[in-house]
Structures are given as C-alpha cells and as structure tokens.
C-alpha cells in the first residue's frame, strides 16, 4: 500500500506561481509511475502531468504545457509540480497518483493504483 498526501494548494492570483508536493509513504515511490490530474465540481478528472519511474520521462496536458513543471525526488519519496503563470481555469482540485504498472508514463486515470485526498487550487482574476 502506498498513502500520497498533498499540500501546497492555496489562493493566488492570476499570473502567480504554486508549488504542489505529493508525499509517499508506505512504499518508496522510486518502482512507481507518477503523476498529477485535477478535477473542478463540473468537469471530469483530467490529467495534468505524468513522469516515468525513472524521472526521464515527462508527459504534460495540453492546458498546462510550457507553465507547469512535474518532478520528483526518490530520496524524499516526493513528486512536485511546479506551477506558474496560474490562470483562472486552473482553478481545481488536484490530485497526485501513483502506478506500479505504468511503463513510462500514463495520461489515464485507470492505470494509476494509488491516489491522494487532493489539494485545492484557486486562481483568482
């Protein structure tokens, strides 16, 4: 079993910067798959970044590439992303997960095994 447990998320304004971390415990996070997905009250879960075992592999969402930045650290059993020139629409709950099965990267949520109970991010105008 692996338990993921976000913080970072808060209140900032539009053009500001967050950055979420995601923290493993339970497993070393090193044999998994990574990754971040957000979700708002009226719109389905959405995949927002994903990184291989690894760390060479990085795959992004087509609303947060070139603004948001995944990363990991084995050593602290920790995914970060990174979050800038924050937008409105990126208000959400995010969400880390992790995935034993995942060759390199994955931007689906079945493939994932284990999730986080979610980090709020509200970007204001």
């Known amino acids: 079993q692996v338990q993921l447990v976000e913080s970072g998320g808060g209140l900032v304004q539009a053009g500001g910067s967050l950055r979420l971390s995601c923290l493993a415990s339970?497993?070393?996070?090193?044999?998994?798959?990574v990754g971040w997905f957000r979700q708002t009250p009226t719109k389905a879960r959405e995949f927002v970044a994903s990184?291989?075992?690894?760390?060479?592999?990085?795959e992004y969402g087509d609303s947060v590439r070139g603004r948001f930045t995944i990363s990991r650290d084995n050593s602290l059993n920790t995914v970060f992303l990174d979050m800038n020139s924050l937008k409105p629409e990126d208000t959400a709950v995010y969400y880390c997960?992790?995935?034993?099965?995942?060759?390199?990267?994955?931007?689906?949520?079945?493939?994932?095994?284990?999730w986080g109970q979610g980090t709020q991010v509200t970007v204001s105008s």
């Open positions: 990184m291989d075992k690894g760390g060479g592999i990085t």
């Open positions: 339970g497993r070393t996070l090193k044999t998994y798959a």
């Open positions: 997960a992790a995935g034993q099965r995942i060759l390199t990267i994955a931007t689906v949520t079945p493939l994932y095994d284990y």
